[in-house]
């Protein structure tokens, strides 16, 4: 999957409104902020981990286990006016015992989420075949810049490029070499192949996530009619919990790689040094060797080396590995 563009922060929560009216207003706050710590902490869950480790954690998160991972609760424009009660609510949670929680439960987990994945609608019927064409439904609810996946899904742009480059044939031959011209043209490696039969009223629907050299089939649907946003609110689900399987950080190896921290000065190495300090998969970095600009440290980290490098990248840091060495620098 592309690692160009990513969601925001995982492990953040949005600040919360509370409002009610009650002769024992500090009872039933202290219950909001609860209902609001355990709501959270499942978010933060379902995002981080793949439907099947969640399953397996919603049993423990109850107030005490939420309340081992509080970092803070800030409480702003709170306003009590009689047995009126109104604030703002925001529950941070300490992202490294939250990946020491999920270190000992050797629960894998991602950082991020990828944004922009290219839909192609490929429809058919007894008579037609098409292949980007504009007045599909699927296209025409991700087309509305009113619906709510616009940061999720991208759509074609309809061009005489897009028919020139990929035909109804390279679909159904497979033919990988123009289907990766798609890909470059739109920069993605984020491809989700809709496949629609319609017979009468009753669409068959096949959903493939197309990867370089092989279309895996995510799921199959009989619908005799379609609410786009909830096959679009489901498919993102599909899609990401996919995705989270194949780009998840394994919690149990521990890998090592020796770098040298290329800087221009104290400054800029100090900068580097904290942004690896601060990613969740380094255990331990250790100085080697110094020289003026070029310090060689060995990095102990779970996950692998092209996640290493894209939690890097978030932070506009770059490692470039080749068999001689292996060089981190600011971008």
């Not at 300490?94 to 990828?114: A, C, D, G, Q, T």
């Not at 005799?224 to 599909?238: A, E, P, R, T």
């Not at 790689?257 to 970095?285: G, M, T, V």
Request: hydrophobic share 40%; glycine share 0%; aromatic share 14%.
């Amino acid at each position: 999957f592309s690692n160009n563009i990513f969601s925001k922060n995982l492990f953040e929560t949005d600040q919360k409104l509370i409002n009610f009216q009650d002769s024992n207003i500090n009872n039933i706050k202290d219950e909001e902020i609860t209902k609001i710590k355990l709501q959270n902490l499942n978010i933060i869950f379902k995002n981080v981990l793949s439907e099947n480790d969640y399953n397996k954690v919603k049993r423990e998160i109850n107030e005490d286990f939420a309340n081992s991972l509080i970092k803070n609760i800030i409480i702003e424009d709170e306003n009590i006016i009689n047995n009126s009660y109104s604030a703002n609510i925001k529950v941070n949670f300490n992202k490294k015992f939250i990946i020491n929680y999920l270190r000992k439960k050797e629960l894998s987990y991602v950082e991020f989420h990828p944004k922009n994945f290219l839909i192609i609608v490929f429809e058919k019927n007894d008579i037609n075949k098409n292949l980007f064409f504009k007045k599909n439904e699927f296209y025409y609810f991700l087309n509305n810049k009113e619906n709510k996946f616009n940061n999720f899904y991208n759509i074609p742009n309809f061009d005489i490029n897009d028919k020139y480059i990929l035909s109804v044939e390279d679909i159904e031959q497979r033919n990988f070499k123009n289907i990766n011209l798609v890909k470059n043209k739109y920069n993605s490696k984020n491809i989700i192949l809709i496949e629609q039969k319609k017979d009468f009223n009753t669409s068959f629907i096949d959903i493939f996530y197309v990867n370089e050299n092989e279309f895996i089939k995510l799921k199959s649907y009989n619908l005799d009619s379609i609410n786009y946003d909830n096959f679009f609110k489901n498919l993102k689900l599909l899609i990401l919990d996919y995705w989270k399987s194949h780009n998840s950080i394994q919690n149990v190896k521990l890998n090592l790689i020796n770098c040298e921290i290329h800087s221009l000065n104290i400054y800029e190495l100090k900068e580097i040094k904290k942004i690896i300090d601060d990613i969740s998969i380094i255990n331990q970095i250790e100085l080697l060797s110094m020289t003026l600009n070029k310090n060689l440290y060995k990095i102990n980290f779970y996950g692998n080396l092209d996640i290493f490098k894209t939690l890097l990248s978030m932070n506009n840091v770059i490692l470039k590995e080749n068999v001689n060495n292996c060089i981190i620098k600011l971008k």
